[in-house]
């Protein structure tokens, strides 16, 4: 077994590489970039992916792909996006991270109608921020992200930005055994906790990667948390690594990297340089006191000559307007009450509350009030709190924040989609109300937003 694993890992290796060697243009999705206007035709579909060397595990897959393919594009320029769902159920996709119109943010009965199976949905948007962001279906999330609709989105700078290396890592944790059969996505007892963890690691579909980087390289490594329920505390071995983006936004003075958490939906872009041919970086998911392998790459000779990384221009966010900004205060709390399930196995689970409201099961029947109702072009603070001991990604649909506080302590602001609220923390994060429509709001951890955590906030 120890065999095909490394022969499996040279193949992928040389395709990584090959991909990577072709880079700006898109080899990985049929796409194409004509007069500033980028194409992309995606599918969703069952399919097979061996993740588990020498097995065979039934995926979901977009365009059949297992990872799914890395759709890039450019900053400030029109991207058309033809998907079409080829599952047997209805689904949408969202553009995480991405600020795009409503009509376009890819969410059931709020954004549009469900995509019905065999049906084609355009999307078209230009994205206004460069960065690191992710795809995913908004229905059925347990089971469509789980069973693999995930992938990188990666925005190219207005104006190109160049390593010597990039690489862009999805991070998940696939619920399978070791002969590569599925476990439960999600079970009750766990998604009224920290959620249902996969066992079956992969970076871009795969268990510990190999990759190479030139030596001495300026390189860039686009990590993103498609994992339904882990967060991965993050660090870097064999070089001096520094925080140059997170969750897509590139922050103004970049720090080094320590460990830094990524929970479900977040990035965190790493800019270091490459070290000597035969050293090696490793990407370690710092567990507990249980550092994993998740990723390395070796420096292979090259004739780069050493020279500082590039530096990244700061997303066009709005500057929120503190001094007349409205504070809206958002608690999130467990309610655990358990309704038994019926014959189905379909009892209704609210387990969590945001604002002592729970949101279960989305429908065209099922949609609430607005959690909020936000004035269009006013600056928002929203003070989160989470009075659990579980930790809570909590996401906000076409808007980016920009964080002010963390656990009462006042932060360099930074930006981002996603702001991670640890056990009992507390955190606000302001923004301004630019775009009108009714945005999801919620846990990115996908068994918490299930089981109750999730609202929406509209903006008119
Ligand atoms: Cu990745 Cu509703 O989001
Ligand atoms: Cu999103
Ligand atoms: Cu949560």
Known sequence: NARGLSRRQFLRTTAAVAALSTLPACSLVSASRQNGQWEYHLSAEPSQAELVPEHQTDVLAFNGETPAPTIRCRQGEPVTIHFTNNLNEPTTIHWHGLRIPIEMDGVPFLSQAPIQPGE?????????????????????SVVQLGKGLVGAIVVEEATPVVFDEEHTLTLKHWHLDRQGNWKDLAIPRYSARMGTPGEWGTVNGIHHPEYTLQEKATTRLRLANVDNTLTYPIQVRGAEAWIIAIDGNPIATPRRLETHKIAPGMRLDIGLIAPNAGETVEIMHMKGDFPFLLASFTATPSTLTEKPLPTLPLNPVAK???ENAETRHFVFEWAGAITPADKQGK??????LMNKRAWEGMSKGNIPEPIAKLERGKTYIFDLKNVTQYHHPIHLHGHTFTVLEMDGKPVTPFHTDTVLLGKNGHAKAAFVADNPGRWMYHCHVIEHMKTGLMGFVEVT
């Open 347 to 352: 009892g209704k689970h609210e387990f969590w």
């Open 120 to 140: 084609t949905f355009t999307y078209r948007f230009t994205p206004p921020d460069a960065g690191t962001f992710w795809y995913h279906p908004h229905m059925n």
């Open 320 to 322: 929120p307007d503190l």
